[in-house]
């Protein structure tokens, strides 16, 4: 089930909601800031504690990491990076696929029933608003609905198992959440 909430995502009594960080995952301005102010210190010592896979970079671009959510109502916080938009020519369109396929991922290998997405990309990193929504909506509608696996589970004569999760994009802004309600309508 896909919703489109206007709203401040440090707010919601989700299972996880996510975080727009940066690679060194020790905090930064807009949606990230607001995470680590509401979740307490306790979410800094956490991300301290990630490894480094290179020097200054606990998350490359397109990847995902879980802490707790600490102070939060959300019970984890799933930390993924967005690209940089440069010109959307230098892959930027599957690095932001990629942080919303491995953010469910995770939000799924651990447990999580209810999920919610920021605008990922799209404030201090300058992806185009509606180009980032577009493929939100598909990542998500693709693993809401995974066409081949439904297909194989039919086959075998099962009922094709779809993911149980709530997926909620949460807009800070009024007009995100317009470009988001154009996409798959007011109904979500
Ligand atoms: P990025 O660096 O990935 O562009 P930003 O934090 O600058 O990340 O912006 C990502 C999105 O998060 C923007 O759409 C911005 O309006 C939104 N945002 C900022 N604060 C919050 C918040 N408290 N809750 C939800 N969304 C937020």
């Keep these: 089930m896909i919703k489109i909430i206007q ?3 440090t707010t919601l009594a989700v299972d996880a909601i996510v ?3 940066n690679q060194v995952m020790l905090g930064g301005g807009g949606v990230d800031g607001a995470i ?3 979740a307490g210190h306790e979410l800094y010592e956490a991300c301290l504690t990630m ?3 290179r020097p200054g970079v606990r998350c490359p671009t397109g990847e995902a990491r879980i802490t707790p959510g ?3 109502p959300a019970k984890f916080v799933i930390h993924t990076v967005g690209p940089v938009y440069r010109d959307g020519q230098h892959g930027e369109p599957e690095k ?3 942080c919303y396929r491995n953010s469910l991922a995770l939000a799924a290998e651990n447990g999580c029933h ?9 404030g201090i990193y300058g992806y185009p608003k509606e180009e980032a929504a577009a493929i939100a909506v598909s990542e998500v509608q693709a693993f809401l609905s995974p066409a081949e696996s439904a297909e194989d589970a039919e086959g075998e004569g099962r009922a094709p ?7 909620i994009f949460c807009c800070f802004l009024e007009r995100d959440k317009r470009v988001y309600e154009n996409l798959i309508g007011k109904s979500a």
Excluded: K, Q
């Excluded at 209810?114 to 799209?122: M, V």
């Excluded at 198992?161 to 997926?167: F, V």
């Design 51 to 53: 490894p480094e896979v």
């Design 70 to 72: 600490f102070r939060l």
């Design 96 to 98: 932001l696929a990629a």
């Design 7 to 9: 709203g401040d995502i």
């Design 19 to 21: 975080n727009a960080a």
């Design 114 to 122: 209810s999920i919610a997405f920021p605008c990922i990309s799209t």
């Design 161 to 167: 198992s779809r993911p149980l999760m709530e997926i």
């Design 36 to 38: 680590h102010r509401a």
